[in-house]
């Protein structure tokens, strides 16, 4: 039978996660306190633009952990250090600028935090790599914030040493560095709209589950159809729960289809139960997975090509959004109790 459902490269990646979004709170809380405590109109501006930002990254880092499918806490050692610094800004040991310099240290943190991620996907799997999309945005935001905050530790740093002003072409060779960036990896980059709605987000899902049958059926590792089936199974599952839970209730009385996709689902549930009690190394796990395969991608298809001109036509944008807040919220409630139970 399948041993475990967890593997400690995936638990390990979830792990940083976590501690990008208790970073991520804290960035922000900087800058509102930096927002507070600046009388220059201009620097407030950046800073504000900073905070627009931030709050919009961290529902991105949010979507990216319940894509990703596996909730854990940020390290003790992470906990710690986001609390010393907390105190440290809030205190009055420390100047504007060198709080704005420990602030420009954590943004390169997070920053080095987002691109070890994509690395690690890289290595451990593709299914990672298209989890995990949503953080393009955030690494690219975080650099470019890095080149701003350059330019505002050089105006307080001047200001702090002689009184006066430093020369103002600092902001356009801020400028010029950040077009420099963009020209070298902004067209890798798209920006992501601050919401994602339900279908987007439910087509993420079935995007994901298509590259884990695909790494399933491209290894006869039985550690890898271990680890891979593994993810499968909790991303499906909970994937079901959510939709069950969200979506099929308030789509019920416009799609006349919607008890198939409940019944649809339900096989597909016994289906991943006998799959998990086979051991990946049997001759007939890989023909069960191949008939989950089929289950799953005739309901996608249906969800997809019927259920999903039904929303489009009955809810507006923002409905399709709030629904989309919801089934995350749904997803990550049940991804913690899973991760209870194991």
């Known amino acids: 039978m399948v041993a475990t459902l967890e593997d400690t490269k995936r638990q390990a990646i979830a792990t940083k996660l976590a501690d990008m979004k208790a970073l991520q709170n804290l960035l922000i809380a900087n800058e509102q306190l930096f927002i507070n405590s600046c009388n220059d109109s201009e620097l407030a501006q950046r800073f504000r633009d900073m905070l627009e930002d931030d ?50 240290l954590l943004k390169h943190k997070q920053t080095m935090a987002g ?11 593709a299914d990672i ?34 009184g006066k002003d430093p020369d103002q072409g600092v902001w356009a060779r801020v400028q010029d560095a950040m077009a420099a960036m963009t020209g070298i990896i902004g067209g890798a980059v798209t920006r992501t709209k601050d919401e994602m709605n339900i279908t987007e987000i439910i087509t993420m899902d079935h995007r994901k589950a298509d590259t884990l049958f695909m790494e399933i059926a491209s290894t006869n590792d039985p550690q890898k159809l271990q680890e891979f089936f593994g993810q499968l199974y909790k991303d499906l599952s909970v994937h079901a729960e959510a939709e069950e839970q969200v979506v099929y209730p308030a789509i019920r009385s416009y799609y006349s289809n919607t008890q198939e996709l409940y019944d649809e689902q339900a096989e597909m549930k016994q289906m991943l139960a006998k799959i998990k009690s086979m051991n990946p190394s ?46 995350k919220a749904a997803k990550s409630t049940i991804q913690q109790e899973m991760a209870n139970l194991s």
Do not use: C, W
């Not at 894509?67 to 906990?79: D, R």
């Open 55 to 104: 709050r919009k990254n961290l529902g991105v880092l949010e979507t990216t952990i319940v894509q990703y499918g596996i909730q854990a806490e940020p390290k003790e050692t992470s906990t710690k250090m986001i609390q010393e610094v907390q105190k440290l800004m809030q205190g009055s040991e420390l100047t504007m600028f060198e709080k704005v310099a420990q602030h420009e």
């Open 115 to 125: 691109l070890l991620i994509h690395k690690a996907a890289q290595v451990v799997g």
């Open 129 to 162: 790599e298209a989890a995990i999309t949503p953080l393009n945005t955030v690494n690219f935001e975080n650099r470019a914030h890095q080149e701003q905050l350059k330019g505002v530790l050089e105006i307080l740093g001047v200001r702090e040493l002689t």
């Open 282 to 327: 049997s001759s007939d796990f890989k023909a069960q997975i191949k008939q989950l395969q089929k289950a799953v991608q005739d309901h996608v298809k249906e969800e997809e090509n019927d259920m999903f001109p039904q929303i489009r036509r009955n809810f507006s944008e923002a409905q399709m959004e709030q629904m989309a807040t919801q089934f």
